[in-house]
């Protein structure tokens, strides 16, 4: 069963630069790009990062994305309270034949 | 600015049907791909669906195959989701999303709607 995994939570005190890994396998991460997505509480998600490490417009740059093997990771440098939110990766997935989700990280901001 | 606006939400009892619109604005909606996304209550997000430019390419997750049907009206810049066979499983938000020209990125999302299945 293909699966994307993450650590259910993660912490940092404001101006810590913490991250967040999503490990796969070779029919997803391995052989695809990943997209990462940040949902404030009571909202919408939002994309944060897509092809591995690519901002979209408005996404600070304190927010970066890496990508290597079958395992991504997403770092927030310069910690602010407002990035207290869930955070999920995701990728296609050639087993499934379409997207999988991470099962998401909640950043909690001390 | 792009909008996408989800309609169709509500409570229905299990076995029943519902269908789900998003109207779509500020991009040429026929050109690109679109995609349905559910939340269960407190749980994380699930993709569901995606269908490509024209609707003659359709995925969906396997929970959903032969009970769910994506698809779009380009003329009316509107996605849709039919829903039958509703299980309580299928609770959640629903959002719909535009997916981008990089990698399946779901680059905008709508507010989302609430689907209850319960009796």
């Known amino acids: 069963q293909s699966v994307l995994t993450q650590p259910p939570s993660a912490s940092g005190t404001p101006g810590q630069r913490v991250t967040i890994s999503c490990s796969g396998s070779?029919?997803?991460?391995?052989?695809?790009?990943v997209n990462w997505y940040q949902q404030l509480p009571g909202t919408a998600p939002k994309l944060l990062i897509y092809?591995?490490?690519q901002r979209p417009s408005g996404v600070p740059e304190r927010f970066s994305g890496s990508k290597s093997g079958t395992s991504a990771s997403l770092a927030i440098s310069g910690l602010q309270s407002e990035d207290e939110a869930d955070y999920y990766c995701?990728?296609?997935?050639?087993?499934?034949?379409?997207?999988?989700f991470g099962g998401g990280t909640k950043l909690t901001v001390l | 600015e792009v909008q996408l606006v989800e309609s169709g939400g509500g409570l229905v009892q299990p076995g029943g049907s519902l269908r789900l619109s998003c109207a779509a604005s500020g991009f040429t909606f026929s050109s690109y791909w679109m995609t349905w996304v559910r939340q269960a209550p407190g749980k994380g997000l699930e993709w569901v669906a995606n269908i490509n430019q024209g609707g003659s390419v359709k995925y969906y997750v396997d929970s959903v195959k032969g009970r769910f049907t994506i698809s779009r009206d380009d003329a009316k810049n509107s996605l849709y989701l039919q829903m039958n066979s509703l299980r309580a499983e299928d609770t959640a938000v629903y959002y719909c999303?535009?997916?981008?020209?990089?990698?399946?990125?779901?680059?905008?999302w709508g507010q989302g709607t609430l689907v209850t299945v319960s009796s």
């Open positions: 999303a535009k997916i981008g020209y990089n990698g399946w990125e779901f680059d905008y």
């Open positions: 092809s591995n490490n």
């Open positions: 995701a990728a296609w997935d050639d087993s499934l034949i379409g997207v999988l």
């Open positions: 070779s029919s997803n991460i391995g052989s695809k790009t």
